[in-house]
């Protein structure tokens, strides 16, 4: 029998019973944990980037570290502000918004984070000085 039995979300990966092969051995393509299940990480799922190219058009000089933000965004999963704080340390809960500092505070990205979902949706990109007019909070 080829296919897998079962599939369970559990602590942001998603693990998958083992993989039989047609001649009844383990699939071994992918790596497996120690009780032979499937494990595949979740990455955060981006929603709203067009926000970033809405923005960067008009702020060419924020287009390398929003890049690098997308980028380590995507390449995480977080089950918790901890975690994201963990890996971006400037980041401030801003109930219920998720507010990163982008090139050194000069710029600021508004999102709302489902950790659940692995999902973050991108609101508001700003240059600081329309980040503390606050009209993003209404």
């Known amino acids: 029998m080829s296919g897998y039995s079962s599939m369970r979300l559990d602590a942001g990966a998603m693990v998958l019973t083992a993989l039989i092969l047609n001649d009844g051995e383990l699939a071994t393509k992918w790596p497996l944990t120690s009780d032979n299940n499937l494990l595949l990480y979740l990455q955060v799922r981006l929603i709203g980037r067009e926000r970033i190219s809405e923005f960067t058009p008009k702020n060419p000089a924020s ?76």
């Open 63 to 138: 287009v390398a570290s929003l890049k690098a933000w997308q980028k380590n965004m995507e390449s995480n999963s977080f089950k918790s502000f901890v975690e994201l704080k963990r890996v971006f340390g400037s980041a401030d809960y801003v109930k219920p918004h998720t507010v990163f500092n982008i090139r050194g505070n000069k710029y600021r990205l508004i999102s709302l984070v489902d950790y659940e979902l692995g999902a973050v949706l991108i609101e508001y990109v700003l240059t600081h000085p329309e980040y503390d007019k606050g009209k993003w909070r209404h």
